[in-house]
């Protein structure tokens, strides 16, 4: 979809004429099925690789366009945020040291991004969402501007008639209403492919589907979006949620959202899987370059099923089935979307030998999996370990086992046959699958964040502590270390972050906030049992009115405990920005004779920042 010109499908002409091009690409799929057209060996493996593209304060960075233009090379291309970018492997051919040679051309692909971004003063960090992300950073202003992703956003916002609701319980909340889809952009990913029989083309779906679980426990790497705890890999919850065109009402027209793990075992050929899609999911955008596929397969060409493929690439399944055609040939391939960047290479690498080493390996008593577990618990599987990660408890032949136990026991065997069948080398075998296994006994990436933002937390704002998070893993993130050896680290040693520091690193935004028609006897009781010297007072509209200091009240004694507080508190308020230089907020208390600084943005209160905060 990426190369193509697009446009939103509005006249009933074009959908007219959209959907006859849709039709034909099936017919001309299912012909080149029937007559063995389809390329069944050699197999071929290849990877997408995004990650995001950063400030030197690791924060997320609007220059995406100058950094591709700077690392000029075809492998890269956009994606929707400005802040993120992706590689395209070259697809290699799936024997011997293929995946060690993928490591390789990778890093040496990523070496041209770090050059290419320190050109624009910006960096590159893999990880599947990057923990710096602000609110302001999904905003439309941070779209990359192509014509392809507003119309994509006009699309999916026209679909739906109504704002993207996001509703997120982990350990934390989130309660979001957003009125484009630029979450997608939060979420960055390492997505695998691997070409698939197409006799057996169905059964490997459904047994990629049997595995997902398992696999995504092992790999979660998300677990904090806009400093908020969530699931161990947030982006499941976030990407279902964030392209959802389904409004909120009663009769769901789409009983599916664009975004899905899927309904039900899949019958048939690849082709009833699209078109199960097309009876699901309504077209949204168009393009002028259809073909007529049956006419070029009659003139003995291979067609390009564009029509289908613009489709296929509005409806995001986390086992994706793709058409290509590579060499004159076509293929079919099976497209793993649910793993997360980073946060290393090497892990990456690691995720994706034991995918595809279970997918390769599937065992005789797994076969007709449709037949042998229900789809229900397949699928539950799947959103437990988005939760949970390493702490799952999986559903499996109807017992319930843990994620150590599935990973250790049944998943790391079966994906070591799997790829001493395909030749591959002992070495990489040995190498990439001791990861996952190291990993299933001591910890994954989500893990290894999780424990260090609850321990810089005792000591640092949320901000502060994720800048920091962020800056250890770009430090480390093409090192030996793969995260199951990464430790608890102190910032102090590890990191000397060229802080240019500003309100946001150090004010407290865990405040106690009062209403301005409170009593105030009530109050100054709250400020005496909780040791606090300055209480933000607001109004019904949640604005901020004034402050009711210690001063204040010590000035009243106990003479006037029946007034309200909005007849005691300080009015005339001096307050700063989020984004304002620490250095700022120092010079507006000294000069003051104060110890108190509101943070505000319009009138809604932030935070607040005192002389012990500094």
């Known amino acids: 979809m990426g190369h193509l010109d697009v446009k939103q499908l509005k006249s009933p002409k074009d959908k007219a004429s959209y959907i006859h091009y849709l039709i034909k690409d099936l017919e001309a799929l299912d012909m080149m099925l029937n007559k063995d057209l389809i390329e069944k060996e050699p197999i071929r493996i290849g990877a997408e690789q995004e990650f995001c593209v950063t400030t030197d304060q690791y924060f997320p960075n609007n220059n995406n366009l100058d950094v591709l233009e700077a690392i000029n090379d075809d492998h890269f291309t956009t994606e929707i945020g400005r802040y993120n970018l992706e590689i395209n492997s070259d697809p290699l051919l799936l024997k011997g040291d293929c995946f060690s040679v993928l490591q390789q051309q990778l890093m040496a692909l990523l070496e041209k991004a770090v050059h290419g971004a320190k050109i624009h003063n910006s960096k590159v960090v893999l990880t599947g969402i990057l923990p710096t992300l602000r609110l302001k950073h999904i905003a439309e202003n941070y779209m990359t501007d192509m014509p392809r992703y507003h119309v994509l956003n006009n699309a999916l916002k026209a679909s739906r008639r109504e704002c993207f609701s996001i509703h997120i319980k982990g350990v934390d909340e989130l309660n ?29 779906y459904n047994w990629a589907q049997a595995i997902a679980g398992p696999v995504l426990s092992s790999c979660a790497n998300s677990p904090v979006l806009f400093g908020r705890e969530l699931w161990a890999e947030t982006r499941i919850a976030l990407f279902t949620q964030s392209i959802d065109t389904r409004a909120n009402s009663f009769i769901h027209k789409e009983k599916q959202s664009r975004v899905s793990f899927g309904a039900d075992w899949e019958k048939g050929t690849v082709t009833d899987i699209f078109r199960d899609h097309i009876s699901r999911f309504r077209s949204l955008l168009s393009s002028d370059e259809h073909d007529d596929s049956l006419e070029k397969l009659e003139r003995g060409e291979i067609p390009k099923l564009r029509a289908l493929q613009l489709h296929n690439g509005t409806v995001y399944k986390w086992n994706r089935v793709c058409y290509g055609v590579g060499g004159g040939k076509p293929h079919l391939r099976i497209e793993c979307r649910y793993i997360p960047s980073g946060p290393t290479l090497t892990d990456e690498i690691a995720n994706m030998v034991f995918w595809v080493g279970l997918m390769l390996g599937q065992p005789e008593h797994y076969k007709e999996i449709h037949k042998k577990m229900d789809f229900k618990d397949i699928k539950n599987n799947f959103f437990k370990a988005a939760r949970n990660g390493m702490e799952t408890q999986f559903k499996w032949k109807g017992e319930l086992v843990s994620a150590r136990n599935i990973i250790l026991n049944e998943c790391i065997p079966i994906a070591k046959k799997g790829l001493e069948k395909a030749n591959i080398n002992a070495e990489d075998i040995v190498k990439y699958l001791s990861i996952i296994e190291r990993r299933a006994k001591s910890k994954n990436g989500s893990q290894w964040m999780v424990d260090n933002y609850r321990n810089l937390q005792k000591n640092k704002t949320n901000f502060e502590s994720l800048q920091n998070i962020t800056a250890y893993m770009y430090k480390h993130q093409f090192g030996d270390k793969t995260v199951d050896q990464w430790e608890l680290f102190d910032p102090n040693d590890n990191l000397r972050i060229d802080v240019s520091r500003i309100v946001k690193h150090n004010m ?7 209403d301005q028609n409170d009593s105030l006897e009530l109050v100054s009781h709250i400020m005496k049992w909780k040791n606090i010297h300055h209480l933000p007072v607001i109004n019904k509209k949640k604005e901020l009115t004034g402050l009711l200091t210690w001063t204040d009240l010590i000035k009243l004694g106990d003479r006037e405990l029946h007034l309200r507080v909005k007849d005691v508190m300080t009015k005339d308020l001096i307050t700063i920005s989020q984004e304002a230089p620490l250095e700022e907020a120092k010079r507006l208390m000294d000069s003051n004779g104060i110890n108190c600084l509101p943070v505000v943005r319009n009138k809604e209160l932030l935070g607040i920042l005192t002389s012990s905060d500094l």
């Open 508 to 514: 407290n935004t865990k405040i106690l906030l009062v």
């Open 176 to 204: 979001l209403i957003h009125d484009n889809v630029m979450l997608e952009a939060c979420n960055t990913s390492f997505q695998t492919h691997l070409q698939i029989h197409p006799d057996e083309f169905v059964e490997k």
